[in-house]
């Protein structure tokens, strides 16, 4: 891997460890080390960096790489730090985004209009496109009557002007159009703990993400 000493090399954050982050840097992922200086003096957010930031490194006189700087962001999806009781600071879930993936399932657990409602103001808030992903939409969630058909509530949403698939593991349904939508896109995915995300990861990307059955006491994951 060559480094411009005098000006740095660009990369985007993929993952963030204490002191250090994985940085994609031309398709390879590098093991970047945080200068000194970044971590001194106040700032308004838990960590210093986030997935998805923009960072020049550059390389020691040593082996290692460093962080040399943290380039602006566009956008940030940040929640108020649980742990300061103030609310001064925040904590940045990713940043430079360029979609949000309300992921949400039919059935177990059963779709939450008032919390899709709050994830979708949450992507608002960010100044970032969102997505919803009707998952299990092979389930039929209720008795006749008591909830709406995947299609009903599919239509609602787009009708309000949001992009909206209707996905389902077992049947396939929708799966290449949700690979479609995210390909070439830094997407995060948001959605109750169940809704299935980690699966169609698993599904669309040949991935190994860990899944967990769902209760059969909350029917939640």
Request: glycine share 12%; with cysteine.
């Amino acid at each position: 891997m060559e480094f411009d000493r005098a000006g740095g090399s660009e990369g985007t954050v993929r993952r963030v460890m204490p002191g250090r982050a994985v940085v994609d840097l031309a398709g390879e992922a590098v093991e970047a080390h945080l200068r000194g200086g970044l971590t001194q003096g106040k700032r308004n957010s838990v960590h210093l960096l986030a997935v998805g930031d923009r960072v020049r490194l550059r390389r020691s006189d040593g082996p290692l790489v460093l962080v040399e700087e943290v380039l602006p962001r566009r956008n940030e999806l940040a929640r108020i730090d649980v742990g300061d009781k103030r609310g001064l600071r925040k904590q940045v879930l990713a940043a430079n985004l360029d979609r949000i993936c309300v992921v949400v399932s039919l059935d177990k657990p059963r779709i939450n209009p008032r919390g899709v409602d709050r994830f979708l103001v949450l992507a608002a808030s960010a100044g970032v496109p969102a997505l919803l992903v009707l998952n299990k939409c092979d389930l039929r969630a209720g008795a006749a009557g008591e909830t709406p058909s995947a299609e009903e509530i599919l239509e609602l949403y787009r009708s309000l002007g949001y992009q909206a698939i209707g996905t389902s593991v077992p049947t396939r349904e929708g799966l290449e159009d949700l690979r479609a939508s995210l390909s070439g896109r830094l997407s995060f995915l948001l959605g109750p703990s169940g809704a299935g995300k980690s699966t169609l990861l698993n599904i669309i990307y040949g991935l190994d993400l860990r899944t967990t059955a769902i209760s059969s006491a909350t029917s939640k994951g």
